[in-house]
């Protein structure tokens, strides 16, 4: 809560236990292969295209309604997440989009905000890493800049790690990989779009 008022972001390693970061890695592996993901778009609504030179990553949107009992249980943790992120900061936050991401090697995503120009309603951004047995060599780091600045900080995707930060201060991007990186990425929102 404190790093998360303070500079806007927190790194929580060890978010799950080995138990479900095995679970929920061979769901997505096992999507990944048959086919489920597509590829990412940029924007919202009407303005939503196709932009590999922007990221070339792939999505798996996930319906809260249809979950495996590995995601349920990990949606469970965010809604707790998002209970006292409201009591302590008083976000409003309402409720919880996510997709499975995966980065085959040498695919990025470019330096951005989660937050779209037209629309305010993600609210903090989180990224749960699903990646077993990942070294600084194969690269694949999340890249945050610090507010104002060109300063960042790296994290390694290390399976079991999420990362949280405000979806409209904190600029971000994906650095290309030497291996498939797989992560469970979602966004705290609030009820509606505000403009």
């Known amino acids: ?52 030179e922007v990221r070339s990553d792939y999505v798996h949107w996930l319906n809260e309604y249809t979950l495996s009992p590995a995601l349920a249980d990990y949606y469970r943790r965010i809604e707790q997440l998002r209970l006292e992120l409201n009591q302590a900061l008083y976000l409003g936050l309402f409720n919880f989009e996510a997709h499975l991401t995966v980065y085959p090697p040498g695919s990025f995503y470019h330096r951005h905000l989660d937050q779209f120009r037209d629309t305010r309603h993600r609210i ?25 600045s060109d300063d960042y900080k790296d994290v390694l995707p290390r399976g079991g790690t999420l990362v949280v930060f405000l979806s409209n201060l904190i600029e971000h991007e994906v650095l290309p990989a030497t291996r498939e990186r797989f992560s469970l990425t979602g966004w705290l929102r609030l009820r509606e779009s505000l403009p």
């Open 1 to 52: 809560m404190e790093r998360l008022a303070g500079p806007g972001w927190a790194v929580c390693p060890d978010f799950i236990k080995p138990a479900a970061l095995t679970s929920l890695a061979a769901e997505a592996r096992a999507l990944w292969e048959d086919g489920a993901f597509r590829h990412a778009r940029v924007g919202v609504g009407d303005q939503l295209q196709l932009r590999p």
């Open 124 to 148: 903090v951004s989180c990224v749960l890493y699903l990646n077993d047995d990942w070294q600084s060599g194969h690269g694949g780091q999340l890249r945050m800049y610090m507010p104002g």
